[in-house]
């Protein structure tokens, strides 16, 4: 990732940790859920917004072959929940933003 890309990842990834700790996750499911993010991240060197739903159904194939079947709905689980609550309420901010300024 280029420096921009990591800078955008690690606010990503900050806001994860922040939304599970709300969410009262225990700290095993926090560094699950952390590590599903870091995982995908590294694996296609880029942050996991950008990330086509043909690379994601990739991404899980590979895993299914290399994993645990445990491991992988760790992963599932974990970025449900960082591309249902960190990144629909990044949507949902720029949508109000835009309202807002028109």
């Known amino acids: ?11 990503l990834y ?5 939304l599970l700790k709300l969410q009262g996750k225990s700290q ?3 560094d699950a859920y952390a590590r599903a ?4 991240s590294e694996h296609f060197d880029c942050c996991p917004d950008k990330l086509t739903l043909k690379q994601r ?3 899980f194939y590979d895993l299914v072959k290399s994993h645990c079947w445990s491991t992988v709905k760790v992963d599932r689980n974990g970025l449900q929940f960082f591309w249902k609550h960190v990144l629909s309420t990044l949507r949902s901010v720029n949508r109000h ?6």
Do not use: G, P, S
């Open 14 to 18: 900050q806001r994860h940790l922040r």
């Open 28 to 30: 095993k499911t926090i």
């Open 97 to 102: 933003c835009r309202t807002k300024c028109i």
């Open 1 to 11: 990732m280029n420096q921009v890309e990591t800078n955008r990842f690690n606010k």
């Open 57 to 59: 159904e990739k991404y």
């Open 37 to 40: 993010v870091r995982r995908i």
